[in-house]
Structures are given as structure tokens and as C-alpha cells.
């Protein structure tokens, strides 16, 4: 009955704006920072959600239909873009995007638990469609502080991290700089990825990371 309510709703654009405006104005969420920048989420439902934009001509959009719950959204500095697709539920995600930097998430994808994605001077975190992350997640472009070699040049630039479509990222995995992983993945608990690049239809496990399994795919439904 339940899904079959949602259904209605989502394929009936009037009905779910007036909805989605009265679920957001009764939800608790806080949002600030909004001169100076595009913020749009018609059509969206949040709860208890946090958006600050600490700066200018940055852009977030959250399209038709998706779902925040206990998400809290940063922005720091100019020209950053956070685009969620339509569809997502998402569940207690954290994201930190600064300084022209960008954070993509792809439509009808799960985020079931906290959730942290932290993208930094200027690089990007795509994250594929109809992926499903577990819980105590992280995802980061950067290691947030200056490494130096012996002629104190900095040898840890951030890098991209892209996710594809379909994959599925186990609890307390941490995928981290220059990571790229490929459509119809399993991403095992507390494995550590970074930069490597891992085929599609793998299953990935370790600290770090390596493909144990080939050909593989899954589903959300226990068969």
C-alpha cells in the first residue's frame, strides 16, 4: 500500500510539489546562505535537513522525487556545484564540498546510513545511479593537510573519486583519492580504496583494496 502511494505521488508532479512544500516547511530543516547562489529542491522531501552556503555562485540541486533525512550539506567558498539526482533516499549523509569543487550523486541511489563525502580544492566526487552505501562511509578527494617530500613540495594534491552506476559499498569502507570504480561493483566492510581504478562487476575487499572476484553482479532483493 505504502509503495503504492509513493507511486502516485511521484507521477503526479502537482501533487507531489504541493506535498513536498508542506512535508519541508513542518520537517525542521535549516537553510542559510542563500544569496548569491542557487539552491532548488521543488519536488523534494527533506527532514531535519541542514543546507549552509558560506559563499558565491555556488549551485546545489536536489531534483524531483529524492529523499533527505538528517542530512547536513556544506559549502565553502565560490563556484561549487552538489547535484542529487532524482529518486535518492538518503539517510544521515554529510557532505563537504569547498573551492570550485564538485559532488554528483546519480538517480534512485541509497544512502542508509552516516555517509561522509568531502570534496576539496576543486576536484569531484561522482557517485553513480542506483548505488546502495551502507552505513560509517566515507568518500574524500583529499587528505585535508599538506604531505611534503624532502624539497617541501607538497605531494598530495586531491584527486577524483567517480563511482559507478550500481555499486554496492559495505559498511565503514573508506574510498579516498584518484579511486574509480566501476559499474556493478561490491565494495566489501571496512575495505580502504584508493588510488586505483577497479573494473566493473568485481567484488573489492582489503586495506587495501583488491578484486577477489570477478563476473559478479547483486541485488537489492534477497533472492
Known amino acids: 500500500m505504502q509503495n503504492n502511494i509513493l507511486r502516485f505521488i511521484r507521477n503526479h508532479a502537482k501533487i507531489m510539489y504541493i506535498l513536498s512544500s508542506i512535508y519541508n516547511f513542518f520537517c525542521l530543516n535549516r537553510i542559510s546562505g542563500l544569496h548569491k547562489s542557487r539552491i532548488m529542491f521543488k519536488g523534494t522531501f527533506?527532514?531535519?535537513?541542514?543546507?549552509?552556503?558560506?559563499?558565491?555562485?555556488?549551485?546545489?540541486?536536489?531534483?524531483?522525487?529524492?529523499?533527505?533525512?538528517?542530512?547536513t550539506i556544506r559549502i565553502l567558498g565560490d563556484n561549487n556545484i552538489i547535484l542529487i539526482n532524482n529518486d535518492c533516499d538518503l539517510k544521515f549523509l554529510d557532505i563537504w564540498?569547498?573551492?570550485?569543487?564538485?559532488?554528483?550523486i546519480g538517480n534512485n541511489t541509497h544512502i542508509t546510513g552516516y555517509t561522509h563525502l568531502a570534496a576539496t580544492e576543486g576536484k569531484r566526487i561522482e557517485i553513480?545511479?542506483?548505488?546502495?552505501?551502507?552505513?560509517?562511509?566515507?568518500?574524500?578527494?583529499?587528505?585535508?593537510?599538506?604531505?611534503?617530500?624532502?624539497?617541501?613540495?607538497?605531494?598530495?594534491?586531491?584527486?577524483?573519486?567517480?563511482?559507478?552506476?550500481?555499486?554496492?559499498?559495505?559498511?565503514?569502507?573508506?574510498?579516498?583519492?584518484?579511486a574509480r570504480v566501476g559499474d556493478d561493483c561490491i565494495v566489501g566492510a571496512a575495505s580502504v580504496l584508493t588510488g586505483n581504478e577497479y573494473a566493473s562487476?568485481?567484488?573489492?575487499?582489503?586495506?587495501?583494496?583488491?578484486?577477489?572476484?570477478?563476473?559478479?553482479?547483486?541485488?537489492?532483493?534477497?533472492?
Open 46 to 71: 527533506l527532514k531535519k535537513t541542514k543546507i549552509i552556503n558560506r559563499g558565491k555562485n555556488n549551485i546545489i540541486l536536489i531534483e524531483e522525487g529524492s529523499r533527505l533525512s538528517d542530512c
Open 97 to 104: 564540498c569547498e573551492n570550485g569543487s564538485e559532488i554528483k
Open 128 to 178: 553513480g545511479a542506483q548505488c546502495l552505501f551502507s552505513s560509517e562511509i566515507i568518500v574524500r578527494t583529499g587528505d585535508s593537510h599538506s604531505i611534503l617530500n624532502e624539497k617541501k613540495e607538497r605531494i598530495n594534491c586531491s584527486k577524483d573519486v567517480v563511482i559507478g552506476n550500481h555499486v554496492w559499498v559495505g559498511q565503514r569502507a573508506i574510498i579516498l583519492k584518484a
Open 201 to 223: 562487476n568485481t567484488v573489492i575487499v582489503g586495506q587495501p583494496g583488491k578484486v577477489v572476484k570477478c563476473d559478479v553482479n547483486w541485488n537489492h532483493l534477497l533472492l
